[in-house]
């Protein structure tokens, strides 16, 4: 299997997610709220320190986009809206006819408008108008008459509103082309000034995206269940998208991963979390034993060596061995040699880590 890696992403992708934030009065800033109320073992500072550039980001175009365009019909937020905004009983905003997620940032021909305008509205009825055997790389798309057009709308299960804005954008495609790509242009401006500044992060991304997830077979994707069946993928980063990791969902461009600046990191506060949280079980586990409970009570205090636990607790020395070693395991305990004793202390960070990771078995 071969991978082909972008330093730079899917500018329209990019830029239409972006963009879909600010027109919707979102941001990025939502994921992670939803990251930390999904995954609650994970540290809400950890996660927002992966979204440090991506806020950045959003807030430049938000500083610098301008939504009114000169000299055309089509302008202003509600256009903007028009083009971005989430439709009722639509699969996709409409801004998805106006550019195929090829790598490149050239606008859809006119004359194709009708099927990509199908397929944002309901994907499964699009395949009527254009066969799924005929979607593939370079594949030239059918045209559609206003006839024809106009029947899919009718009959599809948008609101009345929605169907009279996809008339309206069918039937004045060039001004909403025009607008839809001064928006995107102003926000890829932004974004590639951006991008510059921080180029080395994301080419440590890319060098360690390589090192663990690029292996010949592709299997470390199927930690996150993406199973790859292509022998070539395009690799695109996105610094924007933290956590985003999808395989292109068209057959229109040659296979492509999209990979999120902090996919990789994710899993692992999301494994170590939960390998964290498997100790704290092992360690309520290990403290509803008495014998447990009394020899960290007592190394809370001074530090011991092993007969001298025995007495203090009247137990054989094997017996004490057993539950050092246990404690140990859960690097609770630690020991020092001298003059031939092995002394053992509490290790009082670890038993207020256990604990703190034990709230999270609870919450």
């Not at 500044?197 to 060098?207: G, L, V």
């Not at 007969?307 to 020092?336: K, Y």
Request: with cysteine; glycine share 4%; proline share 2%.
């Amino acid at each position: 299997m071969k991978f082909i890696i972008h330093d730079e992403p899917i500018y329209t992708m990019e830029c239409e997610r972006i963009l879909t934030n600010i027109v919707n009065d979102k941001s990025i800033i939502d994921e992670v709220q939803r990251i930390v109320k999904t995954e609650s073992n994970l540290v809400l500072a950890e996660v927002e320190a992966l979204f440090v550039h991506a806020v950045h980001i959003e807030n430049q175009v938000k500083k610098h986009i301008k939504f009114d365009m000169k000299g055309n019909t089509i302008s202003g937020m509600d256009a903007a809206k028009m083009l971005f905004a989430e439709n009722e009983h639509a699969d996709n905003a409409f801004i998805d006819a106006f550019y195929l997620n090829d790598g490149t940032f050239k606008p859809i021909d006119k004359k194709y408008r009708g099927v990509f305008l199908a397929f944002c509205i309901n994907m499964r009825a699009g395949l009527r108008l254009w066969d799924a055997e005929n979607i593939k790389p370079g594949a030239v798309p059918p045209e559609i008459d206003d006839n024809t057009f106009f029947e899919f709308v009718q009959k599809s299960e948008l609101s009345a509103d929605d169907k009279m804005k996809a008339l309206d954008i069918y039937f004045h495609y060039d001004d909403y082309a025009a607008y839809a790509h001064f928006l995107m242009t102003q926000t890829k401006n932004v974004l590639v000034k951006e991008l510059k500044k921080i180029a080395k992060h994301t080419q440590d991304f890319i060098n360690k995206t390589r090192d663990v997830w690029l292996d010949e077979d592709g299997k470390a994707f199927e930690r996150v269940g993406l199973k790859l069946t292509d022998e070539e993928y395009h690799v695109y980063v996105s610094e924007y998208s933290v956590n985003w990791l999808s395989i292109n969902g068209t057959s229109l461009t040659p296979p492509y991963l999209c990979v999120g600046t902090g996919v990789v990191k994710l899993l692992e506060l999301k494994e170590s979390a939960e390998s964290e949280q498997d100790s704290a079980a092992q360690f309520l586990k290990a403290i509803s034993d008495t014998t447990k409970q009394n020899i960290l009570m007592i190394l809370k205090n001074e530090t011991l060596y092993g007969s001298q636990m025995a007495a203090r607790l009247n137990c054989s020395g094997a017996n004490i061995s057993q539950h050092m070693s246990a404690l140990m395991d859960l690097d609770v305990v630690t020991v020092t040699r001298k003059n031939n004793r092995v002394y053992f202390s509490l290790n009082k960070d670890a038993v207020i880590k256990h604990l703190d990771a034990a709230k999270g078995l609870f919450t």
